[in-house]
Structures are given as C-alpha cells and as structure tokens.
C-alpha cells in the first residue's frame, strides 16, 4: 500500500497581548475612535516562524525565523451589530537591534517612520468579542489593488506564483510572492483560537487571557508535489534498488504552470477557497521530475520499503499551481530494460484515480512500489494525513 500523504504547510506568527498600560481614555483605531467598554490592553506582535519539511517525512519538525513584515486587518465584534475596523491593511514591521542580537515587531507609527499611513495602537475589548485577524505576509512594497477587507481579499496581478521541476536534485524557481492568515479570537474565557482557513482548526490550546499568545499560522495560496520510489523485490538488503533514470511528467493538457493575481470572496469563503486571476497553462508534455541516477547515487540504497522510499533528489517537494485532472507516468530502467510512461493512478476502495486534484495549502507525496522488477508492476494507493502545526516557544517582551 502507498501513503498519498496530505500535508498542510504552513507559517506561525503569534501575537502576544501585553499587560495593562493603565490608560484612562479611549484610544483610536485605524480609522475611526474605538469605544471601549473593558480594560485597555495593547495589541502586540512578537515572532513569526515558518515551519520546515525534514527529508521524507510528512510532517512539519522544525520553525525557522521569517525576517520579514506582514499586512494585517482587525475586526472587534466581528459579524456582529457592533463591529468595527481596528487595523485596516496596516503594516507590521520586522525591526533587529544589531547590537542586542534582539528583534521586535512594531505596526504604530506615521509616515516619517516610513508606514504608508499613520497607524495607531490598538486595544483589547475583552467585552467585544470575537476579534479577527487577516493577515498577508510579506507586505507588498506597492499595495495598490490590495484588499483586505472583512468580505473581499484582493491580490493584484504584481502577485506571482510559479511552478517547480526537478532535474537530477536541481529544482527550478519557483515562486510564491504571498502567504495568508485567518485567525479568529474568540470571547474571553474560551480555552482556544480558531484557524478560519483551515477548517476552524483549534489552534492555542491553553487558557485563553489577555496575556496568552493567539497563534496566526500563515497558509499556502500553492500545493506541492514530491514522488518516492521503493521495491519489495530486493532479496538482500545490502542490493541497490535497481531502478535508475526515473522520469515523471504531467501528461494532461491545460496543466497550469504559473499564475498572477488572486481573488476570494470572504463572506462565503475563506481565503484559500477564491481563484487565480490570471493562469498560463502548458499543453503537452511537461517534465516534473528527471532523475538520471544509477543504482549507488545519492542513496538509492535498501529502499525496500515505503519509508525508506527513494525521493528523487527532492524531498521537500515542488511548488504547483492549485488545479484539477492532472495526469502523471513515470519511466524509469530496471538494469538496461526501459519502462515508459506508465501511467501513476491511485486505487482506494473500489474507485481508481486517473488524474488528480491538487489543492492549496496541501503537499501531496506519491510513494510508488514497484512489486515486481521484471515486469515493472507499479501498484499506487492513498491514504490522507493532516499536516501538524509546531509552536514556537520563544517569548518576547514587549515592554522591553
């Protein structure tokens, strides 16, 4: 059986509430003067992480720091009579102290500490719950025909996405100019955050206070793709896995290769469910992956079974463009007898799949057994798994 792995990918950001400030007035909001009818904490920032694949594994194992701002729009009483704007598209900037070592995020300011717009602090009303958070990382350096509002998100077509190949562990550049978050705070006293964008996932499991970090996990508007393939057949353990020059093309027409621009209605969706404004699609063949390997390179070693699977030179995967009816072979030689484009079709209960969907925000992993060396019989199951999120435990002080 072959796991068809579904992994979502994603980044965390967390904001941290700091403690009171003891203020005695009420404070405006990005737009308009909030009204206040709970105590006065501050909204604040600290790191955001994005999380890393390790080699043929399915599931997120570490956090690297994204040296990078982000767009953010806030609601107070959120789809509800009373709802109000608190950050309307501001940017959050990514600050270093290099003689600390230290980093901070900071979103108050005015145009002569180089925001677009002044941008004021914004407060917790505990008594105006739910609050929720839009977020687009990394801020544009032009955000005209951006938008960012509670029923409509907007990227213009500057915003660009492209497709991976791999050829013998070279990977293409792929691109992929914006990333996405939908977090919801819910009332005080709740014991978790929801992702909005991820099925209302509950994310920050612990006791929700005004100084108990809200996770904002980032999201891919792309998918991504990477193949393994292994043999049962090896009768030692010590013998190679006898299968070089492994090719995987898409065999589909209209398979979509980049893509500008972005749309999605938020007052029926979330922001991964809307469309590309613009895609450029490739008819006829196109090659994902060319591994011309012999047996003893790159460790196509004891691959006898699924997860010691031989990844292509690519374990981390290839940027693809969300789309559906993709159809895939591969080809490959067993010493010097050549197998060509078979077709890859996944069997799960009594329905076979020919072609397949490719959503955002997924890794899709095609483990591939070969069951008998001679006759090249491929066999190619499914299995879903979902992507596990990693917290980052860093804390910042925001009053330093």
Not at 96 to 122: I, P
Not at 179 to 192: F, I, M, N
Not at 287 to 315: E, F, G, H, V, W
């Amino acid at each position: 059986m072959y796991n068809f792995k579904k992994s979502k990918l994603g980044v965390m950001a967390t904001m941290v509430f700091a403690g009171a400030l003891g203020l005695s007035s009420c404070t405006s909001g990005s737009d308009a003067d909030e009204e206040y009818t709970g105590n006065l904490d501050p909204v604040g920032f600290s790191q955001v992480a994005i999380q890393s694949l390790k080699s043929n594994a399915t599931e997120a194992t570490s956090n690297s720091p994204l040296t990078q701002g982000f767009m953010v729009s806030l609601w107070k009483g959120f789809a509800t009579s009373s709802q109000q704007t608190l950050m309307d598209m501001y940017e959050v900037k990514y600050l270093t102290d290099n003689w600390t070592g230290s980093y901070s995020w900071s979103y108050v300011g005015t145009t002569a500490d180089g925001f677009s717009k002044e941008q004021r602090q914004t407060y917790w009303d505990t008594n105006k719950m739910p609050y929720r958070f839009y977020a687009l990382t990394p801020y544009p350096t032009d955000a005209t025909g951006f938008v960012l509002s509670d029923t409509q998100l907007t990227l213009p077509l500057s915003a660009q996405f492209t497709y991976q190949t791999s050829t013998n562990g070279n990977i293409s550049e792929g691109r992929e100019d914006y990333l996405p978050a939908q977090v919801e705070r819910q009332a005080s006293g709740k014991d978790y955050d929801v992702m909005i964008d991820n099925g209302t996932k509950q994310i920050n499991t612990g006791s929700t206070t005004l100084n108990r970090s809200v996770a904002l996990p980032f999201h891919h508007f792309t998918s991504k793709v990477r193949f393994g393939i292994y043999t049962e057949s090896i009768v030692s353990t010590e013998e190679a896995l006898p299968v070089t020059d492994i090719v995987i093309k898409v065999v589909s027409d209209n398979f979509a290769t980049s893509a500008m621009g972005y749309q999605a209605n938020l007052s029926t969706g979330d922001m991964l469910s809307g469309s590309f404004t613009q895609l450029t699609r490739q008819n006829g063949v196109v090659l994902l992956t060319t591994d011309s390997s012999n047996a003893n390179d790159n460790n196509i070693l004891q691959a006898n079974k699924d997860t010691k699977a031989y990844m292509m030179r690519c374990p981390e995967g290839l940027l693809q463009i969300p789309q559906s009816g993709v159809m895939l072979t591969i080809s490959f030689k067993v010493g010097s007898k050549e197998f060509t484009d078979i077709p890859l079709t996944v069997t799960e209960g009594d329905e076979t799949m020919t072609s397949f969907t490719w959503n955002p925000n997924t890794l899709y992993t095609y483990l591939i057994k070969v069951k008998d060396l001679v006759k090249a019989d491929i066999e190619c199951t499914a299995t879903i798994e979902d992507w596990d999120y990693i917290y980052s435990t860093i804390n910042t002080d925001l009053e330093k």
